[in-house]
């Protein structure tokens, strides 16, 4: 290879390289092209099939998605993770977080969220013939199981100390352990365990409690200081409750196991700061 | 980063960390002799049985048997070795640990034992000494003393690996990370202050197994 050659492609990368360092630098949000961070795991919330997006976190994105300017076929899915939904904002990696997001006083410092579009709240999923487990305080002498850290773990292990838990890494370990019949109870946000409930595999094995024990509001998740965005998720989410579409994502993607959403729901979204 | 220090037990989870790598290891080291025998035996069914051991558990993904030692043994095969969840996790991860790591430990050993001239071998024969007695009085003590570098990356591996145990739920360091992320959001202090607690432990294994391979090794 001459040393015309090898000049002529290291112009060519260090040009590539300039190109996309512009079309990543920091601007407005591409309104017409947004990049939605959702579960990929979480049946009846996000879930990836192939490759389609199913879930009510999906249908909550898309309909947002369509208010503030992209089609669905637009929409570029990216898979957020619980512990790196934070970092993928503040990164710029997404433009919004619609993956069972809880709005908490440690993320508002470093996310701003709009919402809540849904109130979910720890329940217990249980075999569907089982009666002795009616809510927290019946869970003295059974085996539970949640994922490793995760808030609902830490919670019920503070409701009832001395549980006995067992924490997998991920909630479909859980619910294997839950059919097998050796472990008695799976805790976590009652939108998940009906999700679970819900999937065909396990039809009429499993039953959500319906006894919530704590208050998870579902926001949006999107970068600090960005207002105007918020501000514009906020009244998708209301325009979202008020045509009835919300009602009809709820339904379509969490009914199916006798789930009937918390109360406090339909939430009123709070004004962006 | 002292709030988050004050806030959750660090010690406590690192104690936990110390305690699955200290039996792991001593299990680790146990089976993986036993293996290494097998393995530089005369009879060719217990070569054999030795290199599967090996190739099955060196080329198995720790994480896989960590979940099966739980979801699969303990929950669906119904061997579980304690009622109560920590104990049987804790159980488990050890065995799981030592199981794995014996694999790595074995070849250390073979490494060692191909150290050994194959003349000393073959004048233990000739002098008459069993399979059984060169093997305790010639072999395996110049194979430790020649494969204590290697064992000590073994162990220092073991040490790290310790952390998969947190997928079934052990509320070692790796486990007490994933409720600092959830509570706290993650950040590049929590991995700095964890990467830190495992510099702290496996650092002085390493000089120590440096230093012990120079002052032990065999002269030759």
């Not at chain 1, 899915?77 to 440690?106: F, H, K, M």
């Not at chain 1, 839950?178 to 039809?203: E, K, N, S």
């Not at chain 2, 790598?21 to 035996?41: E, H, M, N, Q, Y």
Request: aromatic share 8%; with cysteine.
């Amino acid at each position: 290879m001459s040393w015309k050659k090898i000049g002529a492609i290291v112009a060519a990368g260090a040009l590539a390289l300039s190109l996309s360092a512009c079309g990543g630098g920091a601007g407005s949000t591409d309104l017409a092209n947004l990049k939605i961070g959702i579960k990929f795991d979480q049946p009846g919330l996000g879930l990836k099939t192939g490759d389609t997006y199913s879930g009510l976190d999906v249908d909550v994105a898309t309909y947002i998605a369509g208010k503030l300017g992209t089609t669905a076929d637009k929409i570029q899915w990216i898979q957020a993770p619980s512990a790196q939904r934070e970092t993928l904002i503040e990164t710029g990696q997404v433009d919004l977080v619609v993956a069972t997001y809880s709005i908490n006083d440690e993320r508002k410092k470093k996310v701003d969220f709009a919402g809540p579009y849904f109130i979910a709240g720890q329940d217990l999923l249980v075999r569907s013939d089982d009666t002795s487990i009616t809510g927290p305080e019946s869970l003295d002498g059974k085996k539970l199981c949640s994922v490793t850290g995760s808030t609902s773990a830490q919670n019920v292990q503070k409701k009832v100390p001395g549980v006995n838990l067992q924490e997998f890494g991920t909630y479909s370990e859980c619910v294997t352990a839950l059919v097998a019949g050796t472990i008695d109870a799976l805790t976590t946000d009652d939108t998940i365990l009906a999700g679970y409930a819900a999937q065909a595999q396990y039809a009429g094995k499993l039953k959500v409690v319906g006894a919530p024990f704590s208050t998870e509001n579902y926001g949006v998740g999107l970068k600090k200081g960005n207002t105007d965005l918020c501000n514009k998720v906020t009244d998708a989410i209301k325009s979202m409750i008020s045509d009835g579409s919300w009602q009809k994502a709820v339904d379509a993607n969490l009914g199916a196991a006798n789930y009937k959403a918390p109360a406090g729901n339909p939430p009123t979204p709070a004004a962006c700061s | 980063m002292a709030d988050i220090l004050a806030r959750y037990d660090f010690l406590g989870a690192f104690w936990l960390t110390i305690q699955l790598s200290f039996w792991s290891a001593l299990g680790a080291l146990v089976i993986g002799t036993v293996v290494a025998i097998l393995r530089v035996s005369p009879v060719p069914v217990l070569r054999l049985l030795g290199t599967a051991y090996v190739n099955t558990f060196r080329n198995t993904p720790l994480t896989l048997l960590m979940v099966f030692s739980i979801l699969g043994a303990s929950y669906v095969l119904g061997l579980e070795i304690s009622d109560n969840v920590t104990t049987n996790i804790f159980y488990w991860a050890i065995i799981v640990l030592s199981v794995y790591h014996a694999a790595f430990v074995c070849e250390a050993l073979r490494s060692g034992v191909n150290t050994i001239p194959a003349g000393q071998a073959e004048a233990a024969r000739s002098i008459g000494l069993t399979f059984s007695q060169s093997l305790t009085e010639v072999l395996l003590p110049q194979a430790f003393r020649g494969a204590i570098a290697p064992l000590g990356s073994t162990l220092i591996a073991l040490i790290k690996n310790s952390t998969v145990a947190a997928v079934i739920g052990a509320a070692e360091a790796a486990g007490l990370m994933a409720v600092i992320i959830e509570n706290e959001t993650g950040s590049v202090l929590v991995f700095f202050l964890f990467a830190v607690g495992f510099v702290i432990l496996t650092l002085p294994v390493g000089i120590l197994f440096t230093s012990l391979s120079r002052r032990l090794a065999v002269k030759r």
